[in-house]
């Protein structure tokens, strides 16, 4: 634990802003790494402490902060960490950050599932961190849940991600190719959710630096359209889930009819 007056701090971070970058992202490298939220670092405005506890020193945190703001290495990718809706999320440069417009999936999951004592079967058909799955399993304790990704590597940290967040055992990780782990399971799924890649190869190669240079490129792009993907989830969903089974597929801005 490393002590810092209130006063010292807020010098620093003013330091640290006026190098570039946005307060956000500041913001979220003390989060992840020092261990003052948000909701703290908004409460020094109003009522300055004299002494605050930190996880880790200033100097290695704005190390840190130098090596985003030369190279654009993404925040979550330099601490480790994300944080989506109420989960701390371990990642690593081979699984894609979660981002905000995904959680939609959670919110339209309960408007069509409203019945909480009912006995779910749900997949997260390449769940990267695991977020998607893990926020449906912990926000439903009686449905079973199971997660599935192409990369090994993914499913250790989906599964470490369960294990740190939450003491239930509703959620199975399997490594494996979209359905192709699910062959015990064919007929049985009430529903399905996928976040898988769909940019088209023109927009791929216009992204942020950001994105382009260090998220994985097996997670983001989905081929010359963007549909090759989701054409293998659809084709084969009917083998898997149950009569009248859903399917919730997250798409580019403009392939909604083509996905319907």
Not at 22 to 41: A, K, R, T, V, Y
Not at 114 to 142: Q, Y
Not at 148 to 164: G, L, P, V, Y
């Amino acid at each position: 634990m490393f002590l810092i007056s209130a006063e010292k701090f807020s010098l620093w971070k003013k330091k640290q802003i006026s190098k570039g970058g946005d307060n956000h992202s500041l913001n979220l490298l003390i989060d992840s790494l020092g261990g003052l939220s948000n909701i703290e670092l908004n409460l020094l405005k109003i009522k300055s402490e004299k002494v605050l506890n930190l996880n880790l020193d200033l100097d290695f945190i704005e190390t840190l902060w130098d090596k985003h703001l030369n190279t654009s290495i993404p925040i979550q990718y330099l601490s480790g960490i994300s944080f989506w809706r109420d989960l701390k999320l371990e990642v690593s440069n081979k699984i894609l950050i979660p981002r905000p417009e995904t959680e939609l999936f959670i919110d339209i999951v309960s408007g069509i599932f409203k019945n909480k004592k009912e006995k779910i079967t749900f997949v997260d058909l390449g769940t990267g961190s695991g977020a998607i799955s893990i926020a449906l399993a912990l926000a439903n304790p009686n449905w079973s849940g199971i997660a599935t990704d192409i990369d090994k590597s993914a499913i250790e940290i989906a599964s470490r991600n369960f294990k740190t967040n939450s003491n239930q055992s509703n959620l199975k990780f399997y490594n494996g190719n979209w359905w192709d782990p699910l062959e015990n399971f064919k007929g049985e799924i009430d529903f399905a959710v996928a976040n898988p890649p769909y940019i088209p190869q023109d927009t791929y190669e216009v992204l942020p630096i950001e994105v382009k240079n260090f998220e994985p490129k097996l997670a983001l792009l989905g081929g010359k359209e963007g549909l090759d993907h989701i054409n293998q989830i659809v084709q084969n969903a009917p083998l898997y889930l149950k009569n009248k089974g859903w399917l919730l597929i997250e798409n580019h801005f403009d392939q909604g009819e083509k996905v319907k």
